[in-house]
């Protein structure tokens, strides 16, 4: 039977007396001794007692004294952090004695500190891939502070249900003082919103935040809160600075029926766009950048006859700024495309048979079966993925004849990668879509495009061609029938400079893109599908009416504003609530039915809420009293839909048997021995590099890294991961690629043959 809380209580508990504590010696710490230290020798400190692994105790005199002495103290602190290596001076004094190599480790990294409801984590300093304002200000770098709020567990969101949490974290938002320093708000970006992040500043008589944000840009006619934290948002998103332009026009936007056709796209010119390409060592062919220019957001696609650097257009331009650096978010390229549920559930709805998905999930399940035995069906999933570059080497060792078993960095690889394939595919029904590709939209500019027609050209290593026929086009998130458009691919000379990309059109009563899901042209990523067995019987259900609702205008906007703001959308977000409602609504009425087409609208509202801030509010009827098998969630019944289908149907990920390797002889090279110490210390920085990354995205292992395999339920969140930990490794491994190639090519060889032997002989074990 079961037992009322208060009857446990009062007969286990309430008669026990309270044991007494003496919290004298706790009192009678000195914690003046830490206010000695340097700031990164303080901030080393805090995060070993956050971590546990320094006692209060060792606050003393003697730690001081000793972390004073040691001029690369924060740096053995941090490698005991990241070793998990409890504090003692005599592990203090043999860590310093290993490490012999910190060059310039804290370089372009920034401290971070976790607040959940009951404490404060300091984490490892961590490598950013870098913003227009900590590039600005990159000789205050010890003044920034990133500050992520998280549950205890450390995922992210606990609070929307205690008004108290709240509290603490707007408190903490507003300032917070560590030891001394105090920080206040400066800013986030809209995924640093997503993920309950934001950047902090430590003020002094040269920086303060407010200075920074007045240098930034002129915010003045922004009369609405979260529309000012979006623009002002510009400034915090992670790009690449690459080059600076002097001759600007701006073009007027193409406009019809209130819409706006040219929303978020400009124009570029050639030597531009060839300038970028150098600046980022783009070797293959690209058309379009996604871009922040001064006050400006969208992309620029490619004129060959633009005689200016680059053309905006008022839908572009979203403050006021005198920067003149072109910084790039993202460039077009051709992205391998997967289904997931949303656009099975759709296309099922629309009458695309069931078998079709349940075919290629089939064939998806062989492969992965047999990815770690078989190189063929394993060079078969690695293709699927191998426009994730991170992915390329494997492909190539494979491709030159290198068995799986053979050498470990391609097993753990494989490895990895069928985790993370075989997790997805259950749970998410992510099949590899044929015939497919995940493109950048753009305009055609020259209007040989009519109404209903794309022009897609795909240069992806040997292939080169041009689509022609029906192809579906759609965007995630995509939960209304309309959202998957049928449209004709079509080949237009005038076009042909556009690779990679969707080219819609500029006729028509209303944009192509603002069908799908309510999108425009400054950067979205468009599923697009030239594969037959993909169209719909139903095509091109009439679309939903994406109009944005009115704003909250407010004519003088405070930082206190913004705070509130985000606090508020902390509490309120509830996009992924939605889309969850809308899958099990849509399992046992189908997509048609009015409950899901009201879920539709209010995912609308819900995506749009950090620019309108305008909350999505989802009737109570509408949250599913029990859920398909495949959701995984209690009160749950067998799903008769095709997810139900898809979901039994997958293959569990199978227990992986334990693959021993050795040192393969044959990349021993004779003569390696005089490189040894070059090889440490390139070792050395690259090991603690990797592990820093590891550490604070909650990735496991290195293969995990590179595979994209990340351990969070949320899926935006695991996008911007893996796009922002594939930035930092290029950058780390650009770091140890131009370390190498300062040697001459005949001794080339002999260098990596060292790096080789000391990565698969060292105990930490970092091979790649």
Known sequence: QPVKFSEFFEENCSKRPLEEVDFKEFRELDFSELRKLNWDKKYAVLCMLTHKLMKLEDINQETTALLLSEPNASCVLDEMLQSNKEFTQQSFQEIKNRQRYVDDYYKDKYRKVVLTSSSLVFKSPYLDSGNRITRNYKGFKNHFMRLNMSDENLERAIWSNSSEILQRFKKYLKCFDVFGTSFEFLGFSSSQMRGHSCWMLSSDHSVSAESIRLKAGNFSEIKNVSKFAARLGLCFTSTVKATEVESIVEEPDITRNNYVFSDGIGKISERVLNR????????????????????????????????????????MTKFKSEDRAIEVCNSANYNKAFLNRQIILLLSGLEVDDTVFLELQQRMDNSLQSCLSDETKALEILENYSTQHKLEPVVELLKKGFRLRQEEFVYRTMESLYKRCSQELREKAHIFAPESGLLMGVLDEYGVLEYGEVFVRIAHKEENRIIQGKVIVTKNPCLHPGDIRVLEAVDRPELHHLVNVVVFPQKGERPHPDEISGSDLDGDLYFVSWNPGFLPRIENYPPMDYAAEPEKKKESISIEDVIDFFADYMENENLGVICNAHLANADQKGVFHSDCLELAKLSSVSVDYPKTGVKAVMRPELKPKEYPDFMQKANSYSSEGILGKLFREASQAN??????FSVNQEFLVEGREKYRAMSERLYNNYSKEIRNILTNFNIESEFDLFTGYVNTSKETWKYEVREKTGRLLSKIKNKVKWEVSKVSEEERKKLVSAMYELAYTEKTRFIS
């Open 276 to 315: 970028i390409k150098a600046s980022m060592n783009l070797e293959k062919e690209v058309c379009a950048f996604q871009i922040r220019f001064g006050g400006c957001k969208g992309v620029v696609a490619l004129d060959p006859s633009l005689k200016s650097d680059i053309a905006i257009r008022p839908s």
């Open 655 to 660: 227990p992986l048997g334990e693959v021993n």
